[in-house]
């Protein structure tokens, strides 16, 4: 997203200044500790999801003790070795900047949404049935929010349906088609949400189940028998989608267990979990996360060049890789994709949606009977 938005970028680049130098350099770094409490900021990590914004967090909720440090009578450009001097007065002037810190509160109420639906999708328990919905929902609150001109708000759009589009799969679809939170707003009448739940229940069903199949799903849409008893109407809103098909739709023997192995399914990346947990953790820590153990102030200026000098060395090595980081974004993307879409022909998905294109291909299931 910095990359299409560029106070978001600069943002993002002017937070990442400013928790490296102070969480770098030793005088610094203990300077600004007394005046928080302990609590370090969060620095970006190649490897993490929502790294920046994580970071920008973390500089949020500790912005009045950097104000704190920077206004204390010890905040001197000869905390720091002369090379660094420039980056003293550089980061001094962020921290006073109270544009840069509404900028901070414009991206984070931004990415809230979006954040939020990661955090559901890298959670535990089974959340499959819910991202498909709750994506809609990060779109329309982005569409609401006032924070942004029209143009951003498009763009960010555009940005959120390029990694829609990429993630989804058949059975993100076919779980929101069973899911019965979502029951009554009507989205068995989404065309791709049907085309998915055709696909995934061709991945099972047999000839001879098709007919009854057809019908139990029918039993579904129209909430036939005890699916549509005021306990099951309630208990969609509490019971996780695997318990109430389990606890309401026994009768419909064949759907019924393929329904709740789908729904019963997460949509994690053990990856991301970790991140979210680290992250949230008690900021009375001694260290960042992604920190060793804490320097003191003894250590001296000899471990700050060090440090300076290899992220010389780091910088240059980041320019050399840049081009080779963006290629791989494609391939990092489907390790972290929640699940690998099926490979479907194009012909194939015509004929599910609308099978009398074709007849020598098979039917598609009945979910609407006049």
């Known amino acids: 997203m910095d990359k299409r938005i560029p106070w978001f970028a600069e943002t993002v680049k002017r937070g990442n200044v400013l928790g490296k130098f102070v969480m770098n350099h030793d005088k610094v770094r203990a300077l600004f500790l007394t005046k928080s409490g302990g609590a370090e900021i969060k620095r970006p990590g190649v490897t993490r999801f929502a790294t920046n914004i994580i970071m920008l967090q973390s500089l949020w909720d500790r912005v009045n003790a950097l104000k704190l440090t920077v206004a204390t009578s010890g905040w001197v450009s000869s905390l720091v070795p002369p090379h660094l001097r420039s980056q003293f007065e550089e980061v001094t002037a962020t921290i006073l900047d109270g544009g840069f810190w509404e900028r901070v509160d414009n991206a984070l109420r931004t990415t809230e949404p979006i954040v939020k ?180 102030v003894e250590e001296g200026t000899e471990h700050e060049e060090e440090e300076e000098e290899a992220e010389e060395e780091e910088e240059g090595e980041e320019e050399e890789e840049g081009e080779e980081e963006e290629e791989g974004e494609e391939e990092e993307a489907n390790l972290n994709s929640v699940f690998p879409p099926l490979v479907v022909s194009t012909t194939f998905l015509k004929a599910l949606i609308c099978p009398s294109s074709s007849s020598s291909l098979p039917r598609a299931f009945i979910i609407f009977k006049t």
């Open 117 to 296: 639906l990661l955090k559901l999708v890298d959670g535990p328990g089974a959340t499959i049935a819910k991202v498909y919905h709750r994506m809609d929902g990060v779109v329309e609150s982005i569409r609401k929010l006032d924070i942004l001109a029209d143009f951003e708000k498009a763009e960010v759009e555009s940005i959120l349906m390029d990694r829609w589009a990429f993630m989804t799969s058949e059975l993100h679809c076919a779980a929101a088609f069973l899911d019965p939170e979502y029951r009554t707003q009507g989205s068995f009448k989404d065309t791709e949400i049907r085309a998915g739940l055709n696909i995934w229940l061709y991945t099972w069903c047999t000839d001879e189940m098709f007919d009854d199949v057809s019908w139990q799903v029918d039993e579904w849409v129209h909430l036939k028998g005890a699916l549509q008893s005021e306990e099951a109407l309630r208990a969609a809103r509490t019971k996780t989608p695997a318990m109430w098909w389990d606890a309401f739709a026994s009768w419909l023997h064949l759907l019924q267990p393929q329904a709740i192995g789908l729904l019963g399914q997460a949509s994690s990346s053990a990856a991301c979990g970790c991140n979210w947990t680290s992250s949230e953790e008690g900021d009375d820590e001694g260290h960042d996360a992604n920190d060793g153990e804490p320097r003191s």
